[in-house]
């Protein structure tokens, strides 16, 4: 097995061998954690890439396009062709969990037996104005509770991943799933999370994303 020299910097994390990308090339190569890398993997989350000089390759969950200048390959969720150098990856195939849960979704034919109405669970409340504003729309109607830190009304605050977050919204009707901002590919855990719990979603975000979702 071919041995590789691997740096990961500017992630959301610190971790190395629970990175996902760390554990795709694990299946192909010896990969070896190194100060002085052949590959360097990197996000959008600082600027300690641009102290290497060798081949990077950036990763982004984000709605950012990527820099060729900067990056010599990307993985990304923009709808773009750079010959080899790019490859279209929707976030939410990182959430393995809860795409499984959510390929399940056709199986499930009734949910009148839940009682809650709807979940809003949401992090961070300046990322997407749209999105708090139809959730504002909503909660006059009806109800909506909220979570996450965003706007949280029930004094519990839940990660926005994970099985704490699923069991919660597994008891509701509808979940909003509105994505931080609507481009064309731009598709992440949001809407697999509310299938993934038997929820409805009321989404917004990526018109043409690969699970059939729109605005």
């Known amino acids: 097995m071919k041995q590789i020299k691997v ?4 992630w959301w994390d610190n971790s190395f061998d629970d990175n996902f990308i760390i554990k795709a090339l694990k299946k192909k ?11 360097l993997i990197y996000s959008v989350f600082g600027y300690e890439h641009l102290e290497y000089d ?3 390759i950036l990763f982004i969950g984000e709605n950012i396009a990527p820099d060729f200048n900067i990056c ?19 976030l939410f195939f990182i959430y393995e969990n ?4 959510a390929i399940e979704k056709h199986k499930i034919k009734d949910i ?8 809003y669970i949401f992090s961070n409340k300046n990322s997407s104005k749209i999105r708090g504003d139809f959730f504002e729309f909503l909660n006059k109607y009806k109800k909506v509770d909220s979570a996450g830190k965003d706007r949280n009304n029930i004094n519990q605050v839940l990660p926005v991943e994970g099985d704490a977050k699923y069991n919660f919204m597994k ?3 509808f979940s909003i799933a509105f994505e931080n901002s609507s481009t064309n590919g731009y598709c992440t ?27």
């Open 112 to 119: 009148s037996h839940k009682t809650k109405f709807c979940n």
């Open 189 to 215: 855990e949001k809407i697999i999370q509310a299938f993934a719990a038997g929820t409805i979603p009321i989404y917004w975000g990526d018109k043409h994303n690969p699970t059939g979702g729109g605005d």
């Open 29 to 39: 190569f010896e990969v070896i954690e190194s100060e002085n890398p052949d590959y």
């Open 171 to 173: 008891n509701y009707k």
């Open 98 to 101: 809860d795409l499984k849960r």
């Open 7 to 10: 740096k990961v910097v500017d």
């Open 54 to 56: 060798c081949i990077r």
């Open 72 to 90: 010599d390959y990307a993985i990304g969720m923009n709808h773009i062709k750079f010959e080899d150098r790019y490859l279209y990856y929707p």
